[in-house]
Nanobody, 121 residues
Framework: QVQLVESGGGLVQAGGSLRLSCAASGSIFSLNTMAWYRQAPGKQRELVAAITSGGSANYADSVKGRFTISRDNAKNTVYLQMNSLKPEDTAVYYC???????????????WGQGTQVTVSS
């Protein structure tokens, strides 16, 4: 059983900052790419940022220069530092991870339950 638990969402004024965390736990043999997605009301879920196990990161154009993704492999945790937040960043943010739970299973994608981020103008 694998769980991804997010934390750190909340309400912040435009221009402010938030830091999201997502910890993976349970049966984890190898943890590959971890990522943050977001879904605003009435919109499709979109990739915000992703980071490989080696630390290579990529970002959506809309957040480049404002958001930073990082991870602590020893803690199976990924972070998203969000600065200069805008009202259009308001969404439910989801953590995703690609991993193998045991040496004999194939890779699978897992999701957290989501955390709300609201940016007021």
């Amino acid at each position: 059983q694998v769980q991804l638990v997010e934390s750190g969402g909340g309400l912040v004024q435009a221009g402010g900052s938030l830091r999201l965390s997502c910890a993976a736990s349970g049966s984890i043999f190898s943890l590959n790419t971890m990522a943050w997605y977001r879904q605003a009301p009435g919109k499709q879920r979109e990739l915000v940022a992703a980071i490989t196990s080696g630390g290579s990161a990529n970002y959506a154009d809309s957040v480049k220069g404002r958001f930073t993704i990082s991870r602590d492999n020893a803690k199976n945790t990924v972070y998203l530092q969000m600065n200069s937040l805008k009202p259009e960043d308001t969404a439910v943010y989801y953590c995703g991870a690609n991993l193998r739970s045991t040496w004999y299973t194939t890779e699978g994608n897992y999701w957290g339950q989501g955390t709300q981020v609201t940016v007021s103008s």
